[in-house]
């Protein structure tokens, strides 16, 4: 499969996803922010590290946390969390390997097309 990026753009609404939307949570421009919670890996998916999360209640999702998040995961190993984050979707037609999120490398489709952008260390509670 050819490597291609693409620039993604936050998605006005995913359906079938197992999510806890809550409304009083908002990013600056008013996206609502989804709760997730469950065990965090680093995966390494189109040769970029990644994070996998293992839901609670069954299935993943993957996860894009900022820098310092993924390094602490990266220092602890497995770990149980809740992230607050925004709640993406690529297109399940393109052949696309990996995504870029405001300038970041997103692993793709290690668990589908939907995955969590996480923008900053406060919206992740380590457990």
Request: hydrophobic share 35%; aromatic share 6%.
């Amino acid at each position: 499969m050819k490597r291609r990026i693409l620039c993604a753009f936050f998605a006005a609404s995913v359906a079938a996803c197992a999510s806890n939307p809550d409304s009083s949570i908002t990013d600056s421009g008013g996206h609502p922010l989804h709760q997730f919670e469950g065990t965090a890996t680093v995966v390494y998916a189109d040769g970029v590290e990644a994070v996998r999360l293992e839901q609670l209640h069954g299935g993943c999702i993957g996860v894009s946390l900022p820098s310092s998040g993924m390094a602490e995961l990266k220092r602890s190993g497995p770990r149980e969390m809740t992230i607050h984050g925004l709640l993406m979707q690529v297109p399940g037609d393109m052949e696309t390997a990996t995504v870029r999120v405001n300038g970041r490398i997103v692993g793709y489709r290690q668990c589908g097309n939907t995955y969590v952008f996480v923008r900053s260390e406060k919206d992740i509670e380590w457990k």
